[in-house]
């Protein structure tokens, strides 16, 4: 059973910076495919980003391309998302997710793990 705990949130203002941590244990994290989703207030949860077991793959939603920035240690058994130029829009409860799979996924039906989620607020 692995488990997933996210770090780094918090309170920012408008075009500044977070850089949040997914810490693993319980498992082979380099064996995991990992994403990061987000819930706004009243909005469905939605993917932002992800990236492959090796980190030879990566995705970012249209919505934060060229913002954010996925990444892993596989050394440290943690995954990253680096947050620039925040926007109101991106406040939010971040959640990591893992996936026994190949290559990079999007979709929460192949998520077999989750993080308990981590409050991002961009206040404007």
């Known amino acids: 059973q692995v488990q997933l705990v996210e770090s780094g949130g918090g309170t920012v203002h408008t075009g500044e910076s977070l850089r949040l941590s997914c810490a693993a244990s319980?498992?082979?994290?380099?064996?995991?495919?990992m994403s990061w989703f987000r819930q706004a207030p009243g909005k469905e949860r939605e993917w932002i980003a992800a990236i492959s077991s090796d980190a030879g793959q990566k995705g970012h939603a249209p919505s934060v391309q060229g913002r954010f920035a996925i990444s892993r240690d596989n050394a440290k058994n943690t995954l990253f998302l680096q947050m620039n130029s925040l926007k109101p829009e991106d406040t939010a409860l971040y959640y990591c997710?893992?996936?026994?799979?190949?290559?990079?996924?999007?979709?929460?039906?192949?998520?077999?793990?989750w993080g308990q989620g981590i409050q991002v607020t961009v206040a404007s």
């Open positions: 997710a893992a996936g026994y799979i190949s290559g990079v996924f999007t979709l929460e039906r192949f998520v077999d793990y």
């Open positions: 319980g498992g082979a994290f380099s064996r995991l495919s």
